[in-house]
């Protein structure tokens, strides 16, 4: 509400500047326009795009747009001119190809009405036809990009999710006060789609040993049967951070395709809750997704001085304002090769950076590796993707099996090389012993199918490398059955004087390639055999 009361403010103060040199019934055509185009466009991947990422590239078009009218108004004088080539430049630069095109049919359509009217009539209703027809048509736009939209908004349960909300910041769960000042920094490093050691022998002839090795003689405990709780980035990393079952923390969203529901649980979850209680500050790094990216920590550490949201990304590779791409790849994060390659490259790089800090600190990384795309070689060297960017896995990955053995092996391999350098650097520059999580959220993807959970290796897609770096404890103290729902409760028990029992671990696939939240029980499938013919 608020963001939406500031817009309305922001709009309201440029109208009156606008007012005295503009006529602003000349723009409200193109306005309307502007925002069909935007909604029609969220509903192509509604999953990941929530309603009020329109509101940035709404107010920016809006105001773009007034610009264009005023220099247009200094050479054409008229103002009926000028909504036409308004209206001319919208749906040029700022429509998809699916809303162009049915424009152009429109207006086509109107034009044979209009000239029939006139030969049957004999009226000529130009100037009726002028100050009508962008309005209509606008309107009718805005009404049909809506209805679009509007029934998987009614597939979710709204007071059940609002009041799931309320009890995530109404939770009455807390830890005993800690007497000594010494509060260990820690962080929780998220290594996207990293299979375990055992996995990689098996499925991509690959010995992860030496890593495991070396990260062990560090003081690390790198477990041999590590799970997820569940397949997909989206579940998996608000139910480790709520430390709790998602359907638990979050229940009726069966009927929603909504993705970008799950955003509240990871900037405000249970875990965040109880260190900010303490005292911590947090520290979370840009992964340029915007469902993972936490803005609501403390310190952010960014790439780019503009993070553009997925749903704008996605509106300049899909419209004639991909154009002004190369004016702004520098200073924000467009959808390219090298925007993903300094992100993950910029998040890695500051991590060790964040040990010199002296206040207790939570540090949130989602490092977007070994998962596709694969842009880094085993020596960090950048590979330029034959085909388009996209972050597709599993069966939507677009090349063979082999492709994403050689692809996957080479992003684990500098991946790990990064690791052992940040985590020594850490252990060498904090204070306190630190407490150091490097975990998958789920494996990878070489056998997984999202469209079905029969054909999918289970045992790939949920065991998952994971190494924990716990002063003071051994391996033996460690469970060696800690799953990811289960992580967060045995920290706060060890060392915050937590009284969170474990829960009995279950394994959830997904079983639809879009709506996550209907999930399916795969626990007795966890340990079947996998084939890779």
């Known amino acids: 509400m608020r963001a939406i009361f500031c817009f309305a403010i922001i709009l309201k103060t440029y109208k009156e500047k606008l007012g005295a040199t503009m006529k602003f019934r000349y ?97 000529d209703i130009r100037k009726v036809w002028r ?78 040993s030496p890593f495991v090795a070396e990260l062990e003689n560090m003081g690390f405990v790198v477990p041999r049967q590590s799970h997820s709780n569940y397949s997909k980035t989206a579940l998996s990393i608000p139910s480790t951070l709520n430390m709790n079952y998602v359907d638990v923390f979050a229940p009726g969203l069966d009927n929603s395709k909504f993705w970008w529901l799950m955003e509240p649980f990871i900037d405000h979850s249970a875990t965040i809750s109880l260190l900010e209680s303490q005292g911590y500050k947090t520290v979370s790094t840009a992964t340029n997704w915007s469902l993972t990216d936490m803005d609501s920590a403390d310190v952010r550490v960014k790439a780019y ?11 300049l590779q899909t419209t004639p304002l991909r154009l002004i791409q190369p004016l702004i790849q520098n200073t924000a994060s467009v959808f390219t090769v090298e925007t993903h390659r300094k992100t993950i490259l910029n998040a890695l790089n500051s991590l060790g950076e964040i040990a010199s800090d002296p206040d207790p600190t939570f540090v949130f990384a989602h490092i977007l590796l070994p998962h596709p795309p694969f842009v880094f070689d085993a020596s960090g060297a950048s590979i330029a993707p034959s085909r388009e960017f996209s972050f597709k896995d599993a069966e939507d990955f677009e090349g063979s099996l082999e492709e994403y053995q050689q692809g996957y092996i080479g992003q684990v391999e500098f ?40 054909k999918t290796c289970i045992r790939e897609r949920f065991s998952t490398f994971a190494a924990y770096y716990f002063p003071g404890l051994t391996s033996d103290e460690v469970p060696a059955d800690l799953t990811t729902v289960n992580l967060f409760r045995f920290v706060f028990n060890t060392y915050f004087g937590g009284d969170f029992p474990l829960l009995e671990n279950r394994y959830y696939y997904i079983g639809d390639p879009i709506n996550i939240y209907r999930d399916v029980d795969v626990t007795s499938r966890l340990n079947e055999s996998c084939d890779l013919r």
């Open 27 to 123: 723009l409200a055509s193109s306005y309307l326009m502007i925002l069909a185009s935007l909604i029609f466009t969220l509903r192509v991947e509604q999953h990941l795009f929530p309603p009020y990422h329109l509101l940035r590239p709404l107010l920016a078009l809006w105001v773009v747009l007034g610009v264009v009218a005023k220099i247009l108004k200094h050479f054409l004088v008229d103002w009926e001119k000028v909504e036409g080539w308004l209206v001319a430049v919208v749906v040029l630069f700022m429509f998809p190809p699916v809303l162009f095109w049915i424009v152009v049919y429109s207006f086509a359509g109107m034009f044979i009405i209009r000239q029939l009217y006139r030969v049957l009539s004999k009226t």
């Open 131 to 208: 100050s009508s027809l962008y309005l209509v048509t606008g309107m009718l736009l805005l009404l049909y990009s809506i209805g679009l939209n509007l029934p998987e908004y009614r597939n979710v349960r709204w007071p059940v999710y609002f009041s799931a909300l309320r009890d995530l910041k109404e939770t009455d769960i807390s830890l005993p006060a800690r007497t000594d000042s010494l509060k260990p920094d820690i962080y929780y490093i998220v290594v996207d789609g990293y299979v375990r050691s055992d996995m990689l022998g098996d499925l991509y002839g690959y010995d992860n």
């Open 305 to 315: 001085p503009v993070e553009l949201t997925d749903f704008e990304q996605y509106f």
């Open 415 to 454: 991946l790990n090389s990064r690791l052992s350098e940040i985590v020594a650097v850490i252990l060498r520059q904090s204070e306190t012993p630190p407490i150091i999580i490097i975990q998958a959220d789920h494996g990878s993807g070489l056998l997984a199918y999202f469209s079905s959970v029969e």
